[in-house]
């Protein structure tokens, strides 16, 4: 990418579309397109057939999804399917019709099978049965990194993928059902220590392995794939470190300063097992990450607090 490129993120409101918008602004990307969902509804084809006509955006860093927790998944399979099919769909193939020089898809590593090798290398997509709880998301960006492959394949065009691991950080969803697990401990441990809580109940039984990985550190990766990477296979994006959901709810209570008993929920889904990422492809091409967990989450409770409205969502 040229610094004058014209660049369109899409979902430049969300954690990972800002965050590439703040790591394209401070290497010095000066065009940077963005649209609100009130201005450009994505599952609209007709909408975004017109903006890129308009438009013809050069780079597109597709971010856009309709995410949630476990819970929020379970409960609204058809509609996590349907949202993230649809609008992938429409920005890849606009891309493709306008002529777009390279497209950044990015899927999550839920699309990797619930067993698969530990840590999972990209090669273990489609190897075995998805995680039951989160399927039908994994299945609409599984459909989105293989329609890039596809159109590799058929028209030669330069649309890579990129699949991070659990991902935290500055403007991330804190609502208590449909977050995800750290921004949820966050918020759980903040209002329990402002309120004098003795206990806090955390979901599960704190066994599953989980790894994290800062938002910005992602953002970055994506900014060094767009100008060093093209392929069919997806790039994985996490640290290649683990821990248990006990141990990282241990440390989300250090970093908020709540000192009362944790009591675990068993009646509540632990989710996969374990989800680690092989990292190693990612090393090889030259990049590592840069926050460590503790640092993070320091960084991710500053903007907590720092923006009430966060937990409102």
């Known amino acids: 990418m040229e610094k004058d490129s014209k660049i369109y993120v899409a979902g430049h409101r969300g954690m990972v579309g800002s965050a590439i918008v703040r790591e394209l602004t401070r290497q010095g990307y000066a065009n940077i397109v963005t649209r609100t969902h009130n201005e450009l509804d994505l599952t609209r084809q007709d909408k975004v057939e017109e903006f890129f006509a308009s438009e013809k955006p050069e780079y597109v860093f597709l971010a856009a999804a309709k995410v949630g927790g476990i819970v929020a998944n379970q409960s609204a399979l058809a509609d996590f399917m349907y949202d993230n099919m649809i609008l992938e769909m429409n920005v890849i193939h606009s891309a493709w019709k306008n002529g777009c020089k390279k497209l950044e898809f990015l899927g999550s590593s839920c699309i990797y099978p619930r067993m698969a090798p530990q840590p999972m290398p990209e090669s273990c ?11 039908a998301y994994a299945l609409a960006k599984i459909s989105g990194l293989k329609y890039c492959e596809y159109l590799n394949r058929q028209y030669g065009t330069d649309f890579i993928s990129v699949m991070p691991t659990n991902l935290y950080g ?19 441990f903040h209002e329990a220590k402002v309120d004098g809580q003795k206990e806090v109940v955390c979901w599960g039984d704190g066994s599953p392995l989980r790894e994290f990985l800062y938002v910005d550190d992602l953002a970055n990766l994506c900014v060094f794939l767009m100008n060093t990477y093209s392929g069919n296979e997806t790039v994985n994006a996490g640290t290649g470190k683990e821990l248990s959901i006990k141990e990282l709810t241990q440390l989300v209570a250090k970093v908020v300063g709540y000192e009362g008993n944790i009591k675990w929920d068993t009646s509540r889904p632990n989710g996969t097992p374990r989800k680690l990422l092989d990292v190693s492809k990612a090393t090889r091409l030259g990049w590592t990450y840069r926050t460590e967990l503790e640092d993070g989450i320091r960084l991710a409770y500053k903007d907590f607090i720092e923006n009430p409205m966060r937990a409102e969502r």
């Not at 500055?170 to 759980?188: C, F, G, T």
């Open 125 to 135: 997509l489609l190897t075995s049965e998805l995680e039951k709880t989160n399927e």
């Open 170 to 188: 500055p403007n991330d969803n804190y609502h208590p059902e449909h977050s995800h697990v750290l921004p949820a401990l966050i918020r759980r």
